[in-house]
């Protein structure tokens, strides 16, 4: 069963625009979620957090968006680059064993020039 | 460059063989974990390691071993692998492991390199 889904697992988007990124969880007792954004070759490096008492969370051109009651979050990435072509995973925790990062599939998101 | 460095990058190994995969980190974190990567399937955690103890063991086959003799090193031997361990294989570390308060910034987990293990 899986706990984090991404259900997209591609995405491609022109440079410049706007790439949205979506994942949904069914574990009512995460409450904090993380984005990694993985290169070829490479491991997972972290990308932007929220922790369940806020909604949004903005750091530079990357934003999350979290909706609780639909269990709901996605990574906004504004404006798009061609070095955002990644895969990217959401990740999600629960109280009380945060160390206990459940990843969902990842999203091969490519920007085209 | 995350400050977390596993060697090596590629492994081929036959069944019968005994390796072992290296991790370091040199952010002064205290908590360290084993993380499994096949293809199609997300992240699964295998073991994790605060102040060089085992917490966590996520009923991975004895054929995996863990070993975390300081802070800064983790260590995972593999004998007698089958064919479908074949995979990446992800050390990570954090701040801290903290039981039960929930996380804060900083418990993020940042990821080595990987080595992608191929057995045949």
């Known amino acids: 069963d899986q706990q984090v889904k991404q259900n997209s697992p591609s995405l491609s988007v022109q440079e410049g625009r706007i790439s949205i990124l979506n994942c949904d969880y069914t574990n009512s007792m995460f409450d904090y979620f993380l984005w990694y954004k993985k290169y070829p070759a490479e491991g997972p490096t972290f990308l932007i957090s929220?922790?369940?008492?806020?909604d949004k969370n903005e750091d530079g051109r990357f934003t999350v968006f979290l909706n609780k009651s639909a269990k709901h979050l996605s990574l906004h990435i504004v404006p798009s680059q061609p070095g955002d072509s990644a895969v990217y995973f959401c990740a999600a925790s629960a109280r009380g064993s945060n160390y206990k990062l459940t990843f969902g599939k990842g999203t091969l998101l490519t920007v085209n020039p | 460059e995350t400050g977390v460095t596993q060697t090596p990058r590629h492994l081929v190994m036959g069944m019968t063989n005994k390796k072992s995969l290296k991790c370091e980190q040199h952010l002064g974190h205290n908590a360290m974990y084993w993380y499994k990567q096949s293809a199609k399937k997300p992240l699964e955690l295998m073991f994790v390691y605060s102040l060089e103890e085992r917490v966590e063991n996520n009923s991975v086959p004895s054929r995996f071993s863990p070993e975390c003799p300081n802070s800064s090193h983790l260590f995972l031997h593999l004998h007698t692998l089958q064919p479908e361990d074949s995979a990446l294989y992800l050390c990570?570390?954090?701040?801290?492991?903290?039981?039960?308060?929930?996380?804060?910034?900083?418990?993020?987990?940042?990821f080595g390199q990987g080595t992608r293990l191929t057995v045949v």
């Open positions: 990570a570390s954090s701040q801290d492991y903290i039981r039960g308060t929930g996380l804060k910034k900083g418990t993020e987990a940042f």
């Open positions: 929220i922790s369940s008492i806020k």
